[in-house]
């Protein structure tokens, strides 16, 4: 473990192995699941690098000279992060460069430009980056192709398909692993994200590797409208009408606000998601999951005659298309009614 940070000790040792040699990239892309500690690894990074009493190469930041404690603060002159606001479907312009009055005077590209406060480097880090529009990646272009001396830009995003041509081409790609079960159990347990042991470790099971998205599952109301969810898809015909009222309720319990709407209706499509891909590895002869409820409703699906691997197939497409959907703060009601009518219309068939 680095520095708190589990997990990703390899990507410690390819920063310490370039730093060490001198040969450390200007521009990186960090990708890896949504929920594994990308973002606090470019923290920490900016940290160490900017440390005023160990080496950067060290990759051993101390934590007690000013720089390292501006640097937790979040108050480091030289450390410049910015993310995608709730609100907006992509990263606004004005954060990179600045509102029409200040253009180039202001945002990012123009902070990375300076000379660094404190004589070190100049750190900028752009989370959300799978939501940089073509005018926002546009803007970055002479960032990326001129970087400013003593400067490091490090982009986060969850996959390196997500990000437009100009940004793949020109940043070194860095991967992050989805953690082990066992250690997103233990986070959710230091974290108090988890009841109990047993709890911690079987949302973690379910987390794919992200202690984000263990988390979200602690909600008991989620298990049990997974359970009717699965009932609904595993029926011999599928009421497309029916499926849009009960997810559209379920949804609704979530409050008036838009990110938790859209974070229990993210759920809802993952759920659905993963059971036309368990019915899909079924209907190909794989072996059964763990997942009991699962697997029985599969079953049952199977029993009821949905047997068609294409639609299967088509069924699982639908639900990542409406995730991606989500993301880019489609209006909920329509995607609900959108997405239950193309279930029901593959479904059961």
């Not at 994200?193 to 911690?200: M, S």
């Not at 991606?324 to 959108?338: S, Y």
């Amino acid at each position: 473990m680095w520095h708190g940070i589990e997990g990703h000790d390899e990507v410690v040792g390819q920063f310490r192995r370039a730093l060490a040699r001198g040969r450390l990239a200007s521009s990186f892309l960090f990708v890896g699941p949504a929920g594994i500690g990308k973002r606090a690894f470019a923290l920490k990074l900016a940290q160490a690098m900017l440390c005023q009493n160990h080496p950067e190469e060290a990759m051993d930041p101390c934590g007690k000279c000013p720089s390292c404690i501006q640097a937790t603060a979040g108050t480091h002159a030289d450390i410049d992060v910015i993310e995608k606001p709730e609100e907006k479907s992509f990263i606004p312009l004005e954060l990179l460069i600045g509102d029409a009055e200040h253009r180039r005077r202001e945002g990012l590209c123009h902070n990375i430009s300076l000379k660094p406060s404190m004589g070190g480097r100049k750190v900028s880090i752009i989370d959300d980056a799978d939501y940089l529009n073509a005018e926002g990646a546009n803007a970055l272009l002479k960032t990326l192709e001129e970087p400013p001396p003593r400067s490091v830009l490090i982009l986060i995003g969850t996959t390196e398909a997500k990000q437009l041509p100009t940004i793949r081409s020109r940043c070194q790609l860095v991967r992050f692993r989805p953690l082990p079960t066992e250690t997103v159990a233990r986070l959710l347990t230091a974290k108090s994200l988890a009841p109990d042991d047993a709890t911690a470790r079987r949302l973690a099971q379910y987390g794919e590797g992200s202690v984000r998205r263990a988390a979200e599952l602690s909600d008991p109301s989620l298990w049990s409208f997974r359970d009717l969810l699965f009932e609904r898809l595993s029926k011999p015909t599928i009421d497309g009408v029916e499926l849009s009222r009960i997810v559209a309720s379920f949804v609704d319990e979530a409050g008036s606000e838009a990110p938790p709407r859209r974070a229990r209706l993210r759920q809802v499509v993952a759920f659905a998601a993963e059971f036309h891909r368990r019915l899909l590895r079924a209907q190909c002869g794989a072996a059964a999951s763990a997942d009991a409820k699962l697997e029985g409703r599969v079953r049952e699906a199977l029993d009821n005659g949905q047997n068609d691997p294409q639609s299967t197939a088509t069924g699982l497409d639908r639900s990542l298309d409406a995730a991606a959907q989500i993301e880019r703060n489609a209006n909920l009601a329509t995607l609900i009614e959108c997405w239950a009518n193309d279930i029901a219309g593959v479904g059961g068939q």
